[in-house]
């Protein structure tokens, strides 16, 4: 106990002399959510329909640093969700906790992302686990989760974040932004005393040119993998069985488009994602698949709706652990649709009410072991408060 005071006391006097300290400013949100899950068609390989109870906590952090420079942090609770067999694994909820047997699940707080830089009147640099911004950026999802890219896999099993370095600088009337990624830190192909897994962890580059043009804002895009990456199913319940292909170099491409139309506002996106490679590179294991995402999105008051499609073919040797005789199609369709009503608002913060609905179909077809016809429905309310 007495080590405890004295180093309380230390940490005190040194605040006191250190010369100077941003002020770190603290907000977020906290949410709570009932949700009714429900399937049709080829349900042999998915839960029965269920009501989850669920809550979320998001706490965001900021400092000014002054001169331009900044750090940023959200912290929340990135724990795999046991109770939804998700352990050890995926958590696949975006940081939501289902409430477990007994009231006995954990919730564990811990840093998602943080990131820091300098912002300038024409240009910036920041560097950390970078927020992507992915809810409403396709493309991330078609390139990690190219078979079933719909329903937003990157925020929800990624965190919608990535170790990486961006700098942005305007161009013309835009700004361009160019950021490396870290897909993954491990070396494959590496011989002992070579060298030649130096290079061989996933690395990514994205670019992107936001421009505005008159009322209509534009946003050509493109990513590529650098070096030896893995894709994944989004349907996986743990890590073991999500990588569908490995150590590949794909590439994506596309724009979102957004457009005001009197007092609503429409958005539209559309990529495309394509690898032809083999695995590792070695080896004679081809992986060739191309794929495409659509998204019509529109915005009016308080309500907002968005559909996307999704097309993949898969010419590769296989898919996970299963060899193809024959081409995989897949054909993704998903509706979001919401309404957020305002219970309270002030400078302080807010209370909002969400009736929610998402529905997803996904078919697969042309192997036995992989063809799968199946619909969900999920229908939701939320509760949130913002401070």
Same mark, same amino acid.
């Given at each position: 106990m007495k080590k405890m005071l004295s180093l309380a006391a230390m940490f005190a006097v040194?605040?006191?002399?250190? =010369?100077?300290?941003?002020?770190?400013? /603290?907000?977020?949100?906290?949410?709570? +959510?009932? +949700?009714?899950?429900?399937?049709?068609?080829?349900?042999? @390989?998915?839960?029965?329909?269920?009501?989850?109870?669920?809550? +979320?906590? +998001?706490? &965001?952090?900021?400092? #000014?640093?002054?001169?331009?420079? !900044? /750090?940023?942090?959200?912290?929340?609770?990135?724990? =795999?969700?046991? #109770?939804?067999?998700?352990?050890?694994?995926?958590?696949?909820?975006?940081?939501?906790?289902?409430?477990?047997?007994?009231?006995?699940?954990?919730?564990?707080? *811990?840093?998602?992302? /943080?990131? /820091? *830089?300098?912002?300038?009147?024409?240009?910036?640099?920041m560097v950390g686990r970078l927020p992507l911004g992915s809810f @409403? &950026?396709?493309? !991330?999802?078609?390139?990690?989760? =190219?078979?079933? =890219?719909?329903?937003?896999?990157?925020?929800?099993?990624?965190?919608?974040?990535?170790?990486?370095? @961006? %700098?942005?600088?305007?161009? *013309?009337?835009?700004?361009? @932004?160019?950021?490396?990624?870290?897909?993954? &830190?491990?070396?494959?192909?590496?011989?002992?005393?070579?060298?030649?897994?130096?290079?061989?962890?996933? %690395?990514?580059?994205?670019?992107?040119?936001?421009v505005n043009i008159g009322n209509v804002t534009f946003e050509p895009q493109f990513i590529t993998v650098l070096t030896n990456s893995d894709v994944w199913n989004s349907n996986a319940t743990s890590l073991a069985n999500a990588v569908t292909h490995s150590g590949i170099t794909p590439y994506t491409f596309g724009a979102n488009l957004a457009v005001p139309a009197g007092d609503a506002k429409l958005s539209f996106g559309g990529f495309y994602t394509q690898a032809n490679d083999t695995t590792p590179n070695s080896s004679t294991l081809k992986v060739n698949y191309s794929g495409y995402l659509l998204r019509v999105k529109a915005e009016i008051g308080n309500f907002m709706a968005w559909y996307d499609y999704n097309r993949t073919t898969d010419k590769s040797y296989a898919i996970g652990a299963t060899v193809l005789t024959a081409d995989e199609k897949f054909t993704n369709n998903f509706v979001w649709a919401q309404y957020k009503i305002p219970v309270h608002s002030s400078a302080a913060g807010t209370f909002t009410l969400q009736p929610t609905l998402r529905y997803l179909t996904q078919k697969a077809e042309g192997n036995a072991a992989l063809n799968a016809d199946t619909q969900r429905l999920r229908t939701e309310l939320w509760a949130t408060v913002t401070f």
């Open positions: 040194l605040s006191y002399a250190s =010369p100077a300290s941003a002020e770190l400013k /603290f907000g977020g949100d906290a949410a709570v +959510r009932v +949700r009714d899950v429900s399937y049709s068609g080829n349900t042999a @390989n998915t839960k029965s329909d269920d009501l989850l109870w669920q809550y +979320r906590v +998001r706490l &965001n952090a900021a400092a #000014d640093l002054g001169d331009g420079y !900044f /750090f940023k942090a959200m912290i929340t609770d990135e724990a =795999p969700d046991s #109770d939804l067999a998700h352990s050890p694994g995926i958590l696949a909820a975006g940081g939501w906790r289902s409430v477990g047997y007994g009231n006995t699940e954990s919730f564990k707080l *811990g840093i998602s992302n /943080f990131y /820091f *830089g300098r912002m300038q009147k024409d240009c910036h640099y @409403n &950026n396709a493309i !991330f999802d078609l390139t990690l989760y =190219p078979t079933q =890219p719909l329903e937003n896999p990157v925020a929800n099993i990624n965190f919608d974040r990535v170790y990486g370095a @961006n %700098y942005g600088t305007k161009v *013309g009337d835009g700004m361009l @932004n160019a950021t490396v990624v870290v897909l993954d &830190n491990v070396a494959k192909n590496d011989t002992v005393l070579k060298g030649d897994g130096l290079f061989n962890d996933g %690395y990514a580059l994205h670019l992107d040119y936001k």
